[in-house]
Each structure stands twice: as structure tokens, then as C-alpha cells.
Nanobody, 116 residues
């Protein structure tokens, strides 16, 4: 089970930090990531991080967002700086465990609203 938190309302240029904690037994080889979905748009990847620490960012997130994780706590973070109104969306965290096949779990989503 994934529990996301940290969303809210912020002015353009502001910052937010999202957290997502995974509970239960997690397979050691995995990746955690943040996705977002704005009204009327498809869900898109924002950033991901592997259990080994390799990161991947969407172009829109590069230079402004930083993904990190605490493996001991099975928690992934997304530090978002210099927020823009176009970052407004519901943000979802995802856990992908690489078992015999990939197994995906999703968090419940947290709303991020950036006012201009």
C-alpha cells in the first residue's frame, strides 16, 4: 500500500515536497516514481528513481524537481521548486517491483495547485 502526502496550494515560484511511503514487504529490486494528471490530460511521468538510486526526469521537471528515496523507510520524495501554474495536477506515486514480471502499485494521489 502506498500513502502519498504533501500536496497543497502554493503560489507560482513556490515549493512543495511530496512524500510517498510504501508499507508491507517490498521486493528489493524496484523503482518508485511520481506521475501527474491534469484535468483533461493523460497521466504522465514526472520523475522516477530506482532502488539503486538512478533517476529519470521529464523534461518539464528537470532543474526544478528533485526525486529522492529512503530505502530504510520505503519512502520516495519529490521536492518541487519554482512551481508554475502548469504544474497543477493530481500527483500519484507508483511502486514497480521487478519480480518474475513487473508488478505496479499506485498511491491514492495528492492534489497540487499552483496559483498565478
Amino acid at each position: 500500500q502506498l500513502q502519498a502526502s504533501g500536496g497543497g496550494l502554493v503560489q507560482a515560484g513556490g515549493s512543495l515536497r511530496l512524500s510517498c511511503a510504501a508499507s508491507g514487504k517490498i521486493f528489493s529490486i524496484n523503482a518508485m516514481g511520481w506521475y501527474r494528471q491534469a484535468p483533461g490530460k493523460e497521466r504522465e511521468l514526472v520523475a522516477s528513481i530506482s532502488s539503486g538510486g538512478s533517476t529519470n526526469y521529464a523534461e518539464s521537471a528537470k532543474g526544478r524537481f528533485t526525486i529522492s528515496r529512503d530505502n530504510a523507510k520505503n519512502t520516495v520524495y519529490l521536492q518541487m521548486n519554482s512551481l508554475k501554474p502548469e504544474d497543477t495536477a493530481v500527483y500519484y506515486c507508483k511502486l514497480r517491483e521487478f519480480l518474475q514480471r513487473a508488478l505496479d502499485s499506485w498511491g491514492q494521489g495528492t492534489q497540487v495547485t499552483v496559483s498565478s
